[in-house]
């Protein structure tokens, strides 16, 4: 992302995220595993067609295990975990969702008759954005009157200002979610972020996460998948490269030091048992093992 080549086009990673969740669906077909129906009108219309087939449907699956194992539960986990956060925050009627990094996030539409008012802001960088428009809109699928898309260069604009012009009130509790995005961050552009949540947001805001831990030489084998996905990652996505991560057993210090607190924290392990498993309590698969999801509101006055 820190390449302006990048911002010129649609996000590749978004696109395989969309892709994942499409196989997830059509594979489970379910609440739990594959909620995501809308995910494959942002797939080229050929891949739409192929990923009907069990067959190329398994193959596909299987060739991006190859190369970045744990992954698709990964992306099932984490659909399965910002659904939820979503909904409650609809059942909670909070004025305001933000979705930091939309991409070909789905919810806005698929939760939208449970939407009694919350209005909810997308923010992506402006090719990302026009494509997903282009798609919904040929797939005939209305984009509510809460929605408000917001383009941003998260590495080069201020979200205050840019939230701020696009009618966003700070007196107004607000869940931000921040999806898919911290890990092609540079450092100072996730501090911005981190900084403008916990001091430009109504006191009982939440934000919530993912990131990745980080990994050396040393241990980069005790952590499932996660040797491959470095690898393929300098590959294949060279343009969409990972560069922050936060060191294990730091994240809450990390928060308090930006402001913020934690309200729930989730491991690999945690995430596998939480979203992964089978009525029968085994699980559908493995996660990549760096991979983290954790939840912060702003420290309140008197714990600063």
């Known amino acids: 992302m820190t390449n302006n080549s990048v911002e010129q086009k649609p996000s590749e990673t978004a696109l395989f995220a969309a892709l994942r969740r499409t196989i997830a669906n059509k594979d489970y077909k379910n609440e739990k595993f594959g909620p995501d129906d809308l995910a494959e009108y942002f797939l080229p219309a050929h891949y739409r067609f192929l990923l009907k087939f069990n067959k190329i449907r398994a193959n596909t699956k299987n060739?991006?295990?190859?190369?970045?194992?744990g992954l698709n539960e990964y992306m099932i986990?984490?659909?399965?975990?910002?659904d939820q956060l979503f909904l409650d925050a609809l059942k909670d009627k909070t004025p305001q969702i933000v979705l930091l990094g939309a991409g070909y996030d789905s919810r806005a539409y698929r939760f939208a008759k449970s939407n009694q008012g919350t209005r909810i802001?997308?923010?992506d960088i402006s090719p990302t954005q026009d494509r997903k428009i282009t798609c919904l809109n040929k797939a005939r699928i209305d984009i509510p009157k809460q929605v408000t898309y917001v383009s941003i260069n998260f590495n080069?604009?201020?979200?205050?200002?840019?939230?701020?012009?696009?009618?966003?009130?700070?007196?107004?509790?607000t869940l931000?979610?921040?999806?898919?995005?911290?890990?092609y961050l540079?450092?100072?552009?996730?501090?911005?972020?981190?900084?403008?949540?916990?001091?430009a947001a109504h006191q009982e805001s939440t934000i919530a996460f993912d990131y990745t831990i980080s990994i050396s030489e040393e241990?980069?084998?005790?952590?499932?998948?996660?040797?491959?996905?470095?690898?393929?990652?300098?590959?294949?996505?060279?343009?969409e490269e990972l560069m922050f991560s936060i060191d294990e057993g730091e994240t809450e210090s990390f928060l308090a030091q930006r402001g913020l607190q934690m309200v729930d924290h989730l491991d690999n392990e945690e995430i596998e048992r939480r979203f992964l498993s089978k009525e029968d309590g085994s699980l559908i698969g493995q996660i990549t093992g760096h991979f983290r999801?954790?939840?912060?509101?702003?420290?309140?006055?008197?714990d600063k």
Do not use: C
């Open 186 to 199: 540079e450092a100072e552009a996730v501090d911005r972020t981190m900084e403008f949540a916990s001091h």
């Open 63 to 69: 060739r991006l295990n190859g190369v970045l194992p």
């Open 77 to 82: 986990a984490r659909t399965a975990y910002f």
């Open 121 to 123: 802001f997308e923010l």
């Open 219 to 239: 241990n980069i084998n005790d952590y499932y998948g996660v040797k491959e996905f470095t690898q393929t990652m300098k590959e294949q996505h060279a343009n």
């Open 293 to 302: 999801f954790v939840l912060a509101s702003p420290k309140r006055q008197q």
């Open 156 to 173: 080069l604009e201020s979200l205050k200002d840019v939230l701020e012009k696009a009618g966003y009130d700070n007196q107004q509790k």
């Open 176 to 183: 931000f979610i921040w999806e898919g995005v911290s890990y």
